[in-house]
């Protein structure tokens, strides 16, 4: 595919819940696995498991852009606010590439991605608006794992980025 990321993923996370910066940067420096939220993701295009992984030694997933392989959130519908985390290992920034992605024409679009210039971007689309943000400060690095986060606060309507714990200028 064309959208599709080209690198590593490790423990890659969605949940209905806000995170505070000092939560985010808490697990950035800690070894946590997973929650028990049980929001699973299907694996689209057979990424290949290797034993290289970000967090605990555990293996991580190792998709190809040129394969369309991805993860889909389709079944996890996000109708407030939330916070999309994963551990990311890019091998190239040749094209934008979503790194998790949920939309369809029934519930709302969300999806968190790097573009061309290896920044992050998260969108949002609800009935009512549409949201954009890009970090204009914090270039990913080309193999080395970053963690990276969106936060989505519907009550405040207000959305962060954050790399390696660090919160980002949008």
Known sequence: GSETFDGALDEIKI?????TAAEIREYYGALKDSTSNNN????????????DGAVGNKGAYQLEATSNQYFDATDYNITSSFTIE???????FA??????CRGDDTYEHY????NTSGYLVGHYTAVTTSIT??????????GDWNYVV??????SDEDSLY???IRTKI
């Open 86 to 92: 994963a551990w990311v290992k890019p091998e190239s």
């Open 150 to 155: 969106f936060v989505h606060d519907d009550t």
């Open 133 to 142: 943000v890009t970090d204009t400060s914090t270039q990913l690095t080309i």
């Open 15 to 19: 949940s209905s819940t806000l995170k």
């Open 40 to 51: 699973y993701l299907t694996d689209a295009g057979v990424p290949n498991y290797s034993l």
């Open 163 to 165: 790399v390696n714990g």
């Open 95 to 100: 094209i934008e590439s979503r790194i998790l």
């Open 111 to 114: 999806d968190l991605r790097v």
